[in-house]
């Protein structure tokens, strides 16, 4: 049934996150009536507590070859950025076998030439999409600092700052404690080299972000409803949408944007696609005169310190825990703890923390291509840590095959069907 008293959409969005709500109003502006579904709301999940960076420079997969040689170190040491709990590593056993062969280097040149391009569209569409929104008063252009604690670790990065190079992304190479603190004071000495990349954005509040987009679809016209989607039935011109609660939705369309939860929808269609749930975790610091300038990434332990409205956030990291587990909110304390001793002046009291899902498929790309059983069903979800860096650009991109139109870049790398 549609919704009572009200016309049937052209369009149902599933999922409220920021990407959802990017595609959301990016079809509304192209005259199409748009219903978003979403299991809690607007932007309560990922969205919600992310480190509300645009990294447009990011387009190395977490697959590499090096990867595998850091992971047993990794996983051995509980205060390391990656953790798998032992009764979850059956269950990730077949996710992980399709990682390895995504670190292979020919998939890792296939990856970063993919990842580039929707880099770049996202880059050009998300000025547009600020205006559009009236969100541009949110966005900030003050960089990101790398820091590393020894000269071998950041030899080791070179190869990947030589991979950015030959994608025209510019960065800056800084050595030496007093050249790193005219970046970013109170740093520990510990330090001894950095790179500093401008392009990386960011925007002041994720959650008051994902909240404007949302209530700028409502004036518009858009509606949101509070649904928990299981299942999709594709039929020419009119699909079914069964909730939990037994409620049933219909539109010509369906566009599939659900984060952690996209692939059991997917299954319902035939297209079993290897989603798994990176779990990152979080504390927000209340608001204080410690001078951050800049996004700070401590890529040897799997975090960021990022400045925003609502305070100072440290987050990051990865547990690969699934949807079911509760969280450990150890893994907060760990990066809150290494957070004080990278920044002795940073005071860390008083914080709030927080453990969010991240979609994350093995390659790092994620899926934006119909179902296999439709075109009137498209995926967009599976961008990992890079789901608010590429909401506006995928965004257009759900536009333009919604509308049968050349979409702007290759999205053969992208398709569903890939890892079958």
Not at 6 to 22: F, K, W
Not at 144 to 153: D, G, H, I, K, M
Not at 397 to 408: I, K, M, R
């Amino acid at each position: 049934m549609a919704i009572a008293g009200e016309t049937q959409p052209d369009i149902i969005v599933v999922g409220a996150g920021v990407l959802g709500l990017s595609t959301a109003f990016s079809l509304q502006q192209k005259g199409h009536s748009v219903l978003v579904l979403d299991r809690k709301g607007p932007a309560a999940e990922a969205s919600r507590g992310n480190a509300g960076a645009f990294a447009f420079s990011d387009i190395i997969p977490l697959a590499t070859p090096g990867i595998m040689r850091k992971a047993p170190r990794w996983l051995l040491d509980p205060d390391g950025p990656l953790s798998i709990p032992p009764r979850y590593a059956m269950n990730i056993a077949p996710w992980m076998l399709r990682f390895w062969i995504a670190c292979r280097p020919r998939r890792v040149s296939h990856s970063i030439n993919a990842q580039t391009a929707l880099m770049a569209h996202s880059k050009q569409e998300l000025l547009p999409f600020l205006k559009m929104t009236g969100t541009g008063s949110m966005l900030r252009r003050d960089g990101n600092l790398q820091v590393y604690e020894s000269r071998a670790e950041f030899e080791a990065s070179l190869p990947f700052w030589d991979a950015r190079e030959q994608c025209d992304i510019p960065f800056e190479h800084v050595h030496g404690t007093y050249a790193i603190s005219e970046f970013q004071p109170g740093l520990d000495r510990r330090f001894v080299a950095a790179t500093f990349t401008p392009e990386w954005y960011s925007v002041s509040d994720p959650l008051d972000f994902a909240l404007a987009i949302a209530d700028e679809f409502r004036n518009r016209g858009g509606k949101i409803e509070t649904a928990d989607v299981v299942d999709v039935s594709a039929g020419q011109g009119n699909n079914d949408i069964l909730c939990k609660d037994g409620r049933t939705f219909k539109a010509g369309k369906v566009i599939i944007c659900a984060g952690a939860w996209s692939h059991r929808i997917a299954r319902s269609l035939g297209d079993k696609i290897p989603l798994e749930t990176e779990r990152g975790y979080n504390t927000t610091l209340p608001k204080s005169e410690f001078d951050l300038r800049m996004q700070v990434t401590f890529g040897g332990h799997g975090f960021v310190i990022t400045k925003l409205s609502s305070g100072i956030r440290v987050g990051g990291a990865v547990e690969l825990a699934g949807l079911a587990a509760p969280p450990n909110y150890q893994r907060a304390d760990v990066l809150l703890a290494k957070a004080k001793s990278f920044l002795p002046d940073l005071q860390t009291e008083g914080g709030t923390q927080w453990m969010g899902f991240r979609p994350s498929l093995p390659d790092t790309l994620p899926v934006i291509s119909t179902s296999r059983r439709s075109r009137d069903v498209i995926y967009a979800f599976g961008h990992g840590h890079l789901g608010l860096t590429q909401a506006a650009g995928t965004a257009s991109l759900v536009s333009e095959l919604v509308n049968g139109e050349e979409p702007s870049i290759d999205l053969s790398p992208f398709r569903a069907n890939r890892f079958w």
